[in-house]
């Protein structure tokens, strides 16, 4: 059974960083994709930053320059570096693995959440 487990997160001032970590376990493979969401409250989860097991890289609008993601495919674990942090960063994030399960099929597997909370 394959578990997603985050750490990182926490309460910083505008302009700091944080840097929240995700292992994955239960799987003998690299997920294709592997990423993090963010749901603040009151909003949709949205998808902030995610990679490919060959290392393509995308972003939202609003964190680029500002986060970096990375992975460590020998590990199943993925990371997200979060600088200049402002107050709407706040939102638990929530990792995300996903891998291709047939045609047309994928497999989606979700960390508990950590919350990232900016004070201004």
């Known amino acids: 059974q394959v578990q997603l487990v985050e750490s990182g997160g926490g309460l910083v001032q505008a302009g700091g960083s944080l840097r929240l970590s995700c292992a994955a376990s239960g799987s003998d493979f690299s997920f294709k994709y592997m990423g993090w969401y963010r749901q603040a409250l009151g909003n949709k989860r949205e998808l902030v930053a995610r990679i490919s097991s060959d290392g393509n890289i995308g972003y939202t609008d609003t964190v680029k320059g500002r986060f970096t993601i990375a992975r460590d495919n020998a590990k199943n674990t993925v990371y997200l570096q979060m600088n200049s942090l402002k107050p709407e960063d706040t939102a638990v994030y929530y990792c995300?693995?996903?891998?291709?399960?047939?045609?047309?099929?994928?497999?989606?597997?979700w960390g508990q959440g950590t919350q990232v909370a900016v004070s201004s």
């Open positions: 995300n693995a996903r891998h291709p399960c047939g045609m047309g099929c994928w497999s989606d597997y």
